[in-house]
């Protein structure tokens, strides 16, 4: 595809169940990220991804998150046990590369995902 | 702690009409600088991107300031349109080792433009 596609676009969950959320970065991307913007706030960052691993989970707000990329691609962020509080829109971009200082390559971003915890 | 503001939080203005962003940031070492617009329901689009040295960029209708010494940028757009209704997202990068790239959000200035 030509962009980052997420799905579902809206999820809408009971609470205390699981939700998983999908990324397709765009082909060749390396680089993929995870972002939480809630309502009236800026985007907060979850976790980094180079290739299949993640050096960087800093941003995950409790265990319950968690999250994987498998082949290099695709990646999955899992809620577990999900609480009103997770209610928000749940955003993935790509970046081409991630070599040391190239803080210039833009992160293109995904559609995301509003989840809804009633 | 890196942090990233932008005023006003909402603006309306008249279709035709100018209008100036603001953005103010404290983020060290300082990489680069982007303005993003975020239409409804889409993720953000970058528009602009400034590294230390430049002080302007324009793409078609908007125009980025920065002034690296105060840490300040705007986003100036000029005869506004209405498909300009979108909040737009001042976002700075500190440089990091490692590439990881994490960037500092503002929260935005949400646009409407009427007729």
Redesign the interface.
Known sequence: GAG?SQSPSNKVTEKGKDVELRCDPISGHT?LYW?RQSL??????LI?F?GNSA??KSGLPSDRFSAERTGGSVSTLTIQRTQQEDSAVY?C?S?Q???????????F????TRLTVL | KNQ?EQSPQSLIILEGKNCTLQCNYTVSPF??L?WYKQDT??????LT?M?FSENTKSNGRYTATLDADTKQSSLHITASQLSDSASY?CVV???????????T????TQLKVEL
């Open positions: 980052v680089a972002y009236g706030q800026g985007l907060e960052f980094y180079q050096p960087d955003l971009a970046k590369t991630s070599l040391v200082l190239q803080g210039g390559n833009e992160q971003f995904g559609p995301g | 990233v990489s680069n982007r329901g889409r993720g953000p689009v970058s991107i590294t997202i990068s500190a440089i990091e080792w490692g590439g990881g790239n994490k960037l959000f503002g929260t935005g």
